[in-house]
């Protein structure tokens, strides 16, 4: 038999119960080992033996970004310090540093669901993974060799950067898969374009991580490198770091692996589940996590659960790709509308830039309008607007049911900015 790493149940009920099974067993834990949880859960009036249905997870506290920087160093630590391996951080640009604890078995749980990443997108022993993103405290790519190793592919721990030397590895260690950011691939892809080698190599996948790709650019590195298959690997270091779940060769969603958290989509509002396949806050809770266990944390992320069975029949559920921050929400016309939202209703049009902006404004009828500044795409002239004006309209309308007026500006007239651009401007008047 071939060794597989995905969850040893094979029905949705049989999952259910392995979540329920860790729901009670992380509540247990975090009540017996971190004063902080047990504070918690004493405030919110649960004991551990009042988890008895898998709805119950409803009655639990809510975890935030702001209770793990006020227990700095070792927020939410469940374990005695000696039990804790290793240490990972992540980079917060405001306030204190998020420092995330591992025991052994934590270790190796994600050892274990990061082979099931490769083994997921279709993977052989024979694969000869390169492996192009950092090592250190606050990124993991140490998790990506981890996870090649126990597959069993070869793991190429190259690091990021050095094109030179990569495109070295590509054609000397014939190197199949390569795992880095997107912006790091589209740099390959031009690389090896420039150096004329696409035929001397044998890359077929790419695995990216960490940051939102446009589908443009992901086209574009597709196409140079002739690859078989993109995936997105998310992760963040709240929970465990990068490999929590992959697409499958059908890209239709990520994968999520509900054998190690439950992820509930809330209202970021009102902190009540949205309707299925509606866009909400992701928040997650471990069922195996030991050193630092997380209870219904609230991620800030934005996606939306998709419905219905995948055509390669896992049992494992999936979430879309993240649609931005729920920081950035606003209301419009009684809808929460996120800015991706926009991004990627405008994302289907080809003759308009990147560049675009909201505008919000109340008028003398007291009905809000909404008004989106686009840019033409560059090379195109003022003929196509009234034409182009429609179709914007037409496409956000369909795919976020609001109206909106549009404008249609000169390419490069919007402002530009090196860090994320402003891109909602609210002018109403509450
Ligand atoms: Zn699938």
């Not at 006020?70 to 939410?76: A, I, N, Q, R, S």
């Not at 990124?139 to 996870?147: C, D, L």
């Not at 902190?271 to 219904?296: D, N, S």
């Given at each position: 038999?071939?060794?597989t790493?995905?969850?040893e ?8 119960g392995l979540?329920l099974?860790?729901l009670?067993w992380?509540?247990n834990?975090?009540y ?10 004493e ?13 119950d997870i409803?009655r ?7 209770d793990l920087?006020?227990?700095y160093p ?8 000696d039990?804790?391996i290793r240490?990972h951080?992540?980079?917060g640009t405001?306030g204190?540093?998020k420092?995330l604890?591992y025991?052994?078995k ?7 669901f990061f082979?099931?990443?490769y083994?997921?997108a279709?993977l052989?022993r024979?694969?000869?993974v390169?492996?192009?993103?950092g ?21 190429i721990p190259a690091?990021?950067?050095?094109l030179d030397?990569q495109?070295q ?9 390569m795992?880095?950011t997107a912006s ?13 080698i696409r035929d001397?190599?044998?890359l077929r996948k790419?695995?990216?991580g960490?940051e ?7 086209a574009?590195i597709?196409e140079?490198l ?5 995936f997105?690997i ?7 770091g990068?490999?929590t779940?992959l697409?499958c060769?059908h ?8 054998d190690y958290?439950i992820l509930?989509?809330?209202?970021p509002?009102?902190?009540e589940p949205?309707p299925p396949g509606?866009?909400?806050e992701m928040?997650v809770?471990?069922?195996k996590k030991?050193a630092?266990?997380?209870i ?7 996606t939306r659960l998709?419905p219905g069975?995948?055509?390669c029949?896992s ?8 649609l931005?921050r729920?920081?950035d929400m606003?209301?419009f016309?009684?809808?929460n509308i996120?800015?991706?939202q926009?991004?990627?209703?405008l ?11 909201i505008i919000?404004d ?10 989106l500044k686009?840019?033409?795409a560059r090379g195109l002239?003022?003929s196509?607007?009234?034409k ?5 309209a037409a496409f956000?309308?369909k795919q976020?049911l609001?109206?909106?007026?549009v ?8 402002p530009?900015?090196e ?5 909602v401007f609210?002018n109403?008047e509450?």
């Amino acid at each position: 038999m071939i060794k597989t790493f995905m969850p040893e149940v094979k029905t949705a009920e049989e999952l259910a119960g392995l979540q329920l099974e860790g729901l009670r067993w992380t509540v247990n834990h975090a009540y017996l080992g971190s004063s902080f949880y047990r504070k918690k859960l004493e405030m919110a009036g649960v004991r551990p033996d009042n988890i008895k249905s898998l709805e119950d997870i409803q009655r639990l506290p809510f975890t935030t970004a702001s209770d793990l920087q006020e227990g700095y160093p070792f927020p939410l630590l469940s374990v005695p310090t000696d039990k804790v391996i290793r240490i990972h951080a992540s980079s917060g640009t405001t306030g204190k540093r998020k420092v995330l604890c591992y025991t052994q078995k934590d270790i190796d749980d994600w050892t274990h669901f990061f082979a099931r990443c490769y083994e997921m997108a279709d993977l052989t022993r024979e694969d000869r993974v390169q492996i192009a993103v950092g090592y250190g405290v606050w990124t993991a790519g140490i998790s990506f060799q981890m996870g090649c190793e126990r597959f069993g592919a070869m793991a190429i721990p190259a690091g990021p950067g050095n094109l030179d030397m990569q495109c070295q590895f590509l054609l000397d260690l014939e190197s199949t898969v390569m795992c880095c950011t997107a912006s790091m691939g589209l740099l390959m892809a031009e690389e090896v374009e420039k150096r004329g080698i696409r035929d001397r190599i044998k890359l077929r996948k790419m695995i990216f991580g960490s940051e939102r790709s446009s589908d443009a650019m992901r086209a574009r590195i597709k196409e140079i490198l002739g690859l078989e298959h993109m995936f997105d690997i998310p992760g963040m270091t709240e929970l465990y770091g990068p490999g929590t779940g992959l697409d499958c060769v059908h890209h239709r969603g990520i994968h999520y692996w509900a054998d190690y958290y439950i992820l509930e989509i809330l209202d970021p509002e009102t902190l009540e589940p949205v309707p299925p396949g509606e866009t909400g806050e992701m928040v997650v809770t471990t069922l195996k996590k030991e050193a630092a266990p997380l209870i219904r944390y609230r991620t800030r992320d934005l996606t939306r659960l998709i419905p219905g069975p995948c055509p390669c029949g896992s049992i494992l559920p999936r979430h879309d790709r993240l649609l931005g921050r729920s920081d950035d929400m606003f209301i419009f016309r009684a809808v929460n509308i996120y800015p991706g939202q926009i991004d990627h209703a405008l994302s289907g049009i080809s003759e308009i830039g990147s560049e675009y902006q909201i505008i919000l404004d109340r008028k003398a009828d007291g009905r809000d309008y909404m008004t989106l500044k686009v840019e033409r795409a560059r090379g195109l002239d003022g003929s196509i607007d009234a034409k182009l004006c429609k179709k914007i309209a037409a496409f956000v309308k369909k795919q976020i049911l609001v109206s909106s007026d549009v404008e249609v500006v000169e390419y490069g007239s919007l402002p530009r900015s090196e860090r994320k651009s402003r891109r909602v401007f609210d002018n109403r008047e509450f």
